[in-house]
DNA sequence: GGCACAATCCCATAAATATGTGATATTTAG
DNA sequence: CTAAATATCACATATTTATGGGATTGTGCC
């Protein structure tokens, strides 16, 4: 078994560290570690990889972005995300653009050879900070308990219910049988309290956060 | 610093084997050893567990309905769940329910420690095999065929997600570096695509349908 | 080569929205 | 009982949207 590694990581000295780490592993052969990702598809072709290491926060093209490229060529390429950053959105980014696994930086040194031979397996290696990010978000889709985070009133949700059918103003005010200028008060102090200033942020927001359904 | 664990399987050699390897790490103190959690009210009380190690076929009250009881007296005990399968829908069950990680009974000997580590810094540690299925899952339900549907182009997604996050026509056009007519084009053609006539409708139904997250 | 389509840009205008200020009646909570 | 919160309505106006035209460029396809 020989495993060809390819690795993309802007930082030079934790890039040498990844390649001085993975040359003292038997079986893994590092077949390129480029600052960059920009010449992504001349890589795939020429260097063969199993496994690519992909920092997320990369100049030119970030990791996301890289990852949705391989993924657009090759399919079976196992790709683990490297990050010192554990928010939600880049980890659902990441997953979404078809990454395998995704590590903290901080524990690279400890974990990175397993993690590279799990995700050989098939498995989807992660930092455990990074599964507890993905369960708790799950956790929250299921329950929609937010509502009473923001203290809407059930008229005011009422109103940002049926606007997010897609009513006017007018058609809200038809809906919920108050005049428009009512309509157009509740909007206000939906806006003041979920912190938006507008119909479409204030619809995904609601939405996403499980405010309505 | 000094950790209480507390055991539940049912496997009397697997439960001897959980007992010798963390009797021999220091630090960690082992105040039960069950084959069942029938009597768990008083084993929390009585025995003050920091980690439970619960395995989720148990005879009697099974490993789920163990954690659910234990979120229903304390929330602060960290449970790991045990297993041999890796099917999806215990593993959503269990972590519903309340668990904080979920390893595969095959890759306990090696990870089992740092995975109790893991937990107590307050992340999700799991197998990879398991993080697998839970990607999988999400992936499914994040993106079902719909995209295709409506035949958005990439560009109209691009503005639909911007759009989402509250920006105004202005706003987009910078995220995206086009102009406002661009933009304004855009989102005429996403509109017709996905028979709807204002932001709200628009937002509302991409989040809802999947094509956008 | 020609055709469909994606992506870009421009102009114009009626309709809708965001936001401020102000008011009144009813309910809720301290 | 009062104060705060809720639900209702009104008016004014600067911005933003929705929607109708029309145009150019590049790409893939037959």
Redesign the interface.
């Known amino acids: 078994m020989d495993v060809n590694v390819l690795i993309y990581e802007d930082n030079e000295s934790l890039r040498n560290s990844l390649v001085a780490l993975l040359s003292r592993e038997k079986g893994f052969h590092i077949v390129g570690d480029y600052p960059e990702c920009t010449d992504l598809e001349n890589h795939l072709i020429h260097l063969s990889p199993d496994v690519i290491l992909m920092d997320i926060d990369l100049p030119e093209m970030n990791g996301i972005d890289g990852v949705k490229k391989i993924r657009s060529i090759n399919t079976m390429i196992h790709v683990l995300m490297l990050t010192v950053f554990d928010d939600t959105s880049s980890v ?1 980014d990441a ?2 653009a078809g990454a395998n ?1 995704y590590l903290l930086k901080k524990y690279i040194s400890t974990r990175l050879v397993t ?1 590279i031979k ?2 050989l ?9 990074i ?2 990010l ?2 708790d978000s ?2 929250q889709k ?1 329950v929609p308990k937010s509502t009473l985070d923001y203290n809407l009133t059930s008229r005011e949700i009422d109103v940002l219910v049926s ?6 103003y007018k058609m809200v005010a038809d809906d919920l049988t108050i005049s428009i200028d009512t309509v157009r008060t509740h909007i206000k102090h939906v806006y003041e309290k979920l912190h ?10 609601a ?2 956060e499980g405010l309505i359904k």
Request: net charge positive.
């Open positions: 659902y997953l979404y696994g993690s799990d995700v397996e098939g498995g989807s290696p992660m930092s455990p900070a599964a507890r993905i369960i799950i956790k299921g606007l997010a059918k897609g009513n006017s938006v200033q507008s119909q479409g942020e204030a619809i995904s927001k939405l996403r």
